[in-house]
C-alpha cells in the first residue's frame, strides 16, 4: 500500500470523526469517572480532572448520563456528596447489561443512537455495548484525558442554545413527569403550558444555531440537507430566497430555537428546500403550525407551494407531517428525491393552546 494511499485513508478517516458529533456522553462510575470501586470504599473520589471535563463537556452542550453496575442508592449518594449530580440526565445504576443502559437513556432523550459516546475502563463493558450499538463511539477510560480533543466531542459552535441544553433538557423532564399524572385529551394538556412559538427571519446571532440544527437534526429533517453559516447568511439576505427560524418557550422555560424553513421563491411558486424541527418538540403541534404560516404566507402572495423530500425510515414522521397538512405527491426524481405539491384549497387554523409571534 502506497503511502498516499495511506495518508489519504488517514485523512478520510479524520473528516468522518470530524464530521460525527457527540450529543451525549455515558459515563461508567467505578474507575472510570471515580478512583476505586464503590462497594468497596464508600468514600471514593472523582478522578483528578474529571470534574472540569464534565464541566468543559456541558457548556459545550454535550448531555451527559451514567450506565453503571452498581447498588443504586449508595451510587446516587455518592454522586450527591460529590456535587455532581445535575450534570446526569436519566442515569441508570443497575446490574443490567449496559447496552440496555445505553438503550434507555436513548429513548429518554430520544436523540440518534449514532450520536451517544460511552467511556468505560473494562474492555468488556466496551465490546458489549459496541456488540449491541456498533454506532456509540466507545470510549477507553485510560483516554480519559484525550476527550477534550476529540473531533467528535468538539462542536463548530458554542452557542446560546447549546450551552443551555442541560437546563432545556430538565425543564422537559418536569414537563414529562407532569404530563404522566394528567388525566384528559392531550390537546387539553398542552393549553395548560402557556406555549408561545415564534417565528421570524434569522438575526446574525442566530445563524450559528441555525447551522447546528441543520448538523444535529437527522430524524425531522425533511432533505437531509446541511447548510453552512455562510450560505445561511446568504439565503437570509436573498430575494429569492425566505428562511425562517422558530423559538418555544412554555411555563417551564424556553426550548431554545427548535425549527428552520428554506423556501426558494420563484414567481409563481414556492418550493420548500428544507424543513427541520427539533426532536424534543413534535409532539407539541409546532410542526403543523409553521406548516400552516407557510401556506398561510404561499396564498398571500398568490403562488403555488411545493416541497422536496427525500424520504427514509429516519424522517418518516416528517413525510406523515406533509401528508397531514394537505402536501400531495407530485412527482419523483430519478435520485429519489420526492416532490409535493401542497392543497392551499384547504385552510387550517392554528390550534388554540398555543400563541404564534409572527416576527
Not at 458489549?128 to 466531542?153: G, R, W
Not at 414537563?175 to 388525566?183: A, G, I, L, Y
Request: proline residues 3%; contains cysteine.
Amino acid at each position: 500500500m502506497s503511502s498516499t494511499t495511506l495518508e489519504e485513508q488517514k485523512k478520510a478517516i479524520s473528516n468522518e470523526r470530524s464530521e460525527r458529533k457527540i450529543k451525549c456522553v455515558v459515563w461508567d462510575l467505578d474507575n472510570t469517572l471515580w478512583e476505586g470501586t464503590l462497594l468497596e470504599d464508600p468514600h471514593v473520589e472523582l478522578k483528578s480532572g474529571i470534574r472540569e471535563i464534565m464541566q468543559e463537556l456541558d457548556k459545550r452542550g454535550i448531555l451527559q448520563s451514567i450506565a453503571s453496575k452498581n447498588e443504586h442508592a449508595l451510587a446516587m449518594s455518592r454522586i450527591k456528596e460529590l456535587g455532581i449530580e445535575e450534570y446526569f440526565l436519566y442515569p441508570q445504576i443497575h446490574w443490567g447489561p449496559k447496552s440496555d443502559s445505553i438503550g434507555r437513556i436513548r429513548q429518554d432523550l430520544n436523540i440518534g443512537i449514532n450520536t451517544f459516546a460511552f467511556v468505560d475502563d473494562q474492555i468488556f463493558e466496551l465490546q458489549e455495548v459496541s456488540f449491541a450499538h456498533p454506532e456509540v463511539l466507545c470510549i477507553d477510560a485510560a483516554q480519559i484525558c484525550e476527550m477534550l480533543d476529540m473531533p467528535e466531542l468538539t462542536p463548530k459552535y458554542i452557542t446560546e442554545d447549546s450551552s443551555k441544553r442541560r437546563q432545556m433538557y430538565l425543564a422537559d423532564m418536569a414537563r414529562k413527569k407532569v404530563e404522566e399524572h394528567f388525566e384528559g385529551p392531550q390537546e387539553d394538556f398542552l393549553a395548560t403550558l402557556d406555549m408561545v412559538l415564534t417565528i421570524g427571519t434569522p438575526r446574525e446571532e442566530d445563524l450559528k444555531r441555525a447551522e447546528e440544527l441543520t448538523l444535529r437534526t437527522n430524524q425531522l429533517n425533511t432533505t437531509g440537507y446541511t447548510y453552512s453559516y455562510d450560505e445561511l447568511d446568504f439565503f437570509r439576505h436573498s430575494d429569492r430566497h425566505r428562511l425562517m427560524i422558530a423559538g418555544l418557550d412554555d411555563k417551564y422555560g424556553g426550548y431554545g430555537k427548535i425549527g428552520l424553513v428554506l423556501i426558494e421563491c420563484e414567481k409563481e411558486s414556492w418550493m420548500l428546500k428544507l424543513f427541520l424541527m427539533s426532536c424534543r418538540v413534535m409532539t407539541r403541534g409546532v410542526g403543523t403550525v409553521m406548516i400552516n404560516h407557510i401556506r398561510n404566507e404561499a396564498r398571500k402572495n398568490g403562488v403555488r407551494l411545493f416541497a422536496e423530500m427525500i424520504p427514509n425510515d429516519r424522517n418518516r414522521m416528517m413525510y406523515m407531517t406533509y401528508k397531514f397538512n394537505h402536501f400531495n405527491e407530485s412527482h419523483k426524481r430519478d435520485d429519489g428525491l420526492v416532490v409535493f405539491e401542497n392543497d392551499l384549497s384547504k385552510v387550517q387554523e392554528f390550534p388554540g393552546y398555543l400563541t404564534v409571534k409572527i416576527g
